[in-house]
C-alpha cells in the first residue's frame, strides 16, 4: 500500500449546498450531500488513494477524519502547511461534491506535475495534487486562475487533468440533471428515490420532482 | 497523411448562437460563432484529423467544405449513411462551438471503440467518433443517452473521451466566462476586443461587458 495516495476530501456537513435550497429542504441537501460523499470516498479508494474526511464536525463515518470548522481555504492550507507534501509524499484535495468522479478520471490526478489541477465548471478548482510543499489554495472566485498563479509564484510546475468527470460540481438545479443523465452511485439512487427525473427541453436538460 | 481522420464541423452561419442574444447583436454572434470555428478547425488540424466543415450555406474559408442547409441530425445522418465509417476509414463529428478544443482533448476521440463519445454540459454530445457504419445521431434533448442507446442498437461498443475542454460548448452568457478563463484562441482574443471580462463573484464565475 506505500504508494496510495492521501487524498483529503473536505467536507461541512453543517452547511449544505445553499444554493440547492430551491429544490431540496435542509435535511434532504445534507442527505445529498452525504450521498455525493460516499461516491467520492468509494471512487478515491478505488483510484488508490487513501481518502480523509476534512470536516467542519464529526461524521461518525468510518473513515480517518480531521475536524476543522475553519473557512474552506483556511482548513486546507493548514493541512498543507503541516503535511508538506512533496514528490515522495504527494497530497491530493478533492471536493466532496463531485458526484461523477470514476476511479478513472481521478488516476489522472496522478499524472506529472509539481501541481495537478482539475478545473470544475465556471472557473472553479475541483481537485489538486501537489508535491510541492509551498503551494497553496485560494477558493473564492475564478480559483482556477488563482492557483496556476500560486503554482507559478512558488516556482511549481502545473499541468491540468482535462475531466468533465471531475469537472461537473454538483451545486444547482441544472447539475442534478448531470447526476441522473452520467451518474452511477449513491448520489444517483438517492436523486431517484427522491423522485427527481430528467427533464429534457429544448436546451439543455434539467430536472422535474414527482409531487 | 494517411493516418489522419476524416472530422465533419457542422456549422449554421445563417443561425448563430441564438442564446447568447442577450449579450451579442446578431453580427456579433455571427463574429464569435466564426471565431469559435477558427479555433476548432486549427485544433482539429494540429490533433491530425481532415477537418471539414458542414456548412448550412457557403462559408468562403479555406476548409472543404459540404453545403447542407437541413437540420443538424440530418445533415449528419446524411454525411455517415454517405461515408460509412469503418474501422479502417472512422468519421469524427466535432462541434464547432467547443472554444476550448485542444489538440490533446480532441487527440482523446482516437481511442478504441467503436463509437466514442465526447458529452457535452447539459446531457447533450459535442463529439463523436465512429468506426461504425451503421450508427446515426439524434442531437435532441439529452443526446449523450440516446447516443449510448444508438451505439449498442447497431451492437457497437462504446467508450466516453472524458475531457472537461470537450464538455464546454459555448451557447449561454456565463459559458462566455469558461473562454475568459481557459481560452487561448481566436474566441478568446474576440470576446476580449469586444470588451469582455471576468467578474469573479461569490459563486461561478460570470462576465461583464466595458461600455
Redesign the interface.
Known amino acids: 500500500m506505500s504508494d496510495r495516495v492521501d487524498a483529503l476530501v473536505p467536507f461541512a456537513p453543517d452547511r449544505p449546498k445553499t444554493?440547492l435550497a430551491d429544490v431540496l429542504t435542509p435535511a434532504e441537501r445534507r442527505g445529498f450531500a452525504n450521498a455525493m460523499a460516499t461516491d467520492v470516498l468509494a471512487a478515491l479508494e478505488a483510484a488508490g488513494f487513501s481518502p480523509e474526511l476534512l470536516a467542519t464536525e464529526p461524521t461518525g463515518r468510518d473513515v480517518p477524519e480531521t475536524v476543522d470548522d475553519r473557512p474552506l481555504t483556511e482548513a486546507v492550507n493548514a493541512a498543507l502547511a503541516d503535511r508538506a507534501p512533496s514528490p515522495a509524499s504527494p497530497l491530493a484535495v478533492v471536493m466532496a461534491d463531485l458526484a461523477l468522479a470514476?476511479p478513472?478520471?481521478l488516476s489522472r490526478l496522478r499524472g506529472s506535475g509539481d501541481v495537478v489541477l482539475?478545473?470544475g465548471?465556471?472557473?472553479?478548482t475541483n481537485a489538486v495534487l501537489t508535491r510541492h510543499p509551498a503551494f497553496r489554495v485560494d477558493y473564492?472566485?475564478?480559483s482556477?486562475?488563482d492557483h496556476l498563479r500560486a503554482a507559478r509564484d512558488v516556482g511549481a510546475t502545473v499541468r491540468e487533468a482535462?475531466?468533465?468527470?471531475?469537472?461537473?460540481d454538483v451545486?444547482e438545479r441544472?447539475d442534478l440533471?448531470?447526476v441522473l443523465?452520467?451518474g452511477d452511485g449513491a448520489a444517483r439512487d438517492w436523486l431517484r428515490d427522491a423522485g427527481f427525473e430528467?427533464d429534457?427541453?429544448?436546451?439543455?436538460?434539467s430536472v422535474v420532482r414527482e409531487e
Open positions: 444554493r470514476t478513472r478520471a482539475a478545473a465548471t465556471g472557473g472553479g473564492h472566485g475564478a482556477y486562475l482535462d475531466s468533465r468527470l471531475l469537472a461537473t451545486d441544472d440533471a448531470e443523465v452520467h430528467l429534457a427541453g429544448d436546451g439543455r436538460v
